[in-house]
């Protein structure tokens, strides 16, 4: 679990740039995410919260969110950011709340990096019955030809382990997961492409000089391309979300 551990903590290392620099969730994937509760849904568990890229969407529903998150500094984004929301120190094996406390809890790029068995029986205890866990991932669109080459040009020694693959969870007190796709896109330009870029742990986990090399070839690659080439363009992104409901 070490090289998983290590690549999760990363991204404590460039907390505000990931905050600036990465999409938040799309409205249309949280709202289908909830839809799946059969009870009401008021209190809400942002788990591995990060900066609060769902808390944001969780917020703008009118809910209580508590949002959990072990990296100090990611934490301390979170909580300047959204001062309203009670943000705790914890991981999703070790979940700060006490038993049947939330009826949703939204997992945001990084559900992969959890011990899946001990993770899924700590959410199961948190969440009240009839209520939803959700798993979101935002990433490149695969089916755009410049994209999946942006994706080849900023490969690093780095890269490996999780590539997006959706593998649903599956615990017993959980009902199958359902899937949906949302399409979003983001505006950038060359310099926050690669800021983007940036906060991702396959150029986190590599030395300086080898990300210079990286960088140097994103923006020699986007030089070339006639849909990156000029001023502001918009990345396209799709938000994977699985959704199981608790027993």
Do not use: C
């Amino acid at each position: 679990m070490e090289e998983p551990i290590s690549r999760a903590r990363s991204f404590g290392r460039r907390p505000v740039d990931y905050h600036t620099h990465r999409p938040f969730y799309p409205a249309e994937a949280i709202r289908w995410a909830l839809a799946g509760a059969t009870r009401e849904v008021t209190r809400a568990l942002d788990l591995a919260a990060g900066t609060g890229k769902v808390t944001a969407g969780l917020r703008a529903l009118g809910l209580d969110v508590t949002a959990v998150e072990p990296d100090e500094a990611m934490r301390g984004v979170l909580a300047a950011e959204y001062p309203d929301v009670t943000a705790l120190a914890g991981t999703a094996e070790a979940i700060p709340l006490t038993d049947a406390s939330v009826d949703a809890v939204l997992v945001g790029q990084a559900f992969h990096w959890f011990d899946r068995d001990v993770a899924l029986a700590e959410i199961a205890r948190v969440l009240r019955p009839g209520g939803v866990l959700a798993v979101l991932w935002n990433g490149e669109d695969p089916d755009t030809d410049w994209v999946t080459g942006l994706m080849t040009a900023s490969q690093t020694s780095a890269t490996g382990g999780w590539h997006g693959e959706i593998d649903p969870p599956e615990h017993e007190s959980f009902d199958p997961a359902e899937h949906t796709v949302v399409a979003h896109s983001l505006p950038r330009t060359t310099d926050t492409l690669v800021d983007y870029l940036r906060t991702h742990s396959r150029l986190l986990m590599v030395d300086d000089d080898e990300r210079a090399r990286v960088i140097a070839r994103v923006r020699e690659y986007l030089r070339h391309r006639p849909e990156t080439a000029a001023g502001v363009f918009d990345l396209p992104l799709v938000t994977d979300v699985l959704a199981l409901r608790r027993r």
